[in-house]
């Protein structure tokens, strides 16, 4: 079992860059495999990146490829999304979520059985 805290969301403006931050518990981090989702209000939520258990290959939804880099410090216990050319359209509350041995549908919230309380992050045009 993992227990996921997300931090570093806050309030920029469109251009800017953020980075946020999943602490995560356990022994086993480094078999998880890893994701970023966000919902804003009144949609549903969304997959944004993630990064596979083994090899850290990475994934990311066309929305944000180019301008978002999700990595990973296993000897740290913690999971990153490194956010650029940041857009109004960015703005939500983005979860990190963890799932063991995780190797395919990585899109998929479904799939992912932990999960953080989210880090509100807004974007002003």
């Known amino acids: 079992q993992v227990q996921l805290v997300e931090s570093g969301g806050g309030l920029v403006q469109a251009g800017d860059s953020l980075r946020v931050s999943c602490a995560a518990s356990?022994?086993?981090?480094?078999?998880?495999?890893l994701g970023w989702f966000r919902q804003a209000p009144g949609k549903e939520r969304e997959f944004v990146a993630a990064?596979?258990?083994?090899?850290?290959?990475?994934y990311y939804a066309d929305s944000v490829k180019g301008r978002f880099t999700i990595s990973r410090d296993n000897a740290k216990n913690t999971l990153y999304l490194q956010m650029n050319s940041l857009k109004p359209e960015d703005t939500a509350v983005y979860y990190c979520a963890a799932s063991y041995y995780l190797t395919t549908n990585l899109y998929t919230d479904a799939n992912y059985a932990y999960w953080g309380s989210g880090t509100q992050v807004t974007v002003s045009s």
């Open positions: 990064i596979r258990w083994g090899d850290s290959s990475t």
């Open positions: 356990g022994r086993t981090f480094s078999a998880y495999t």
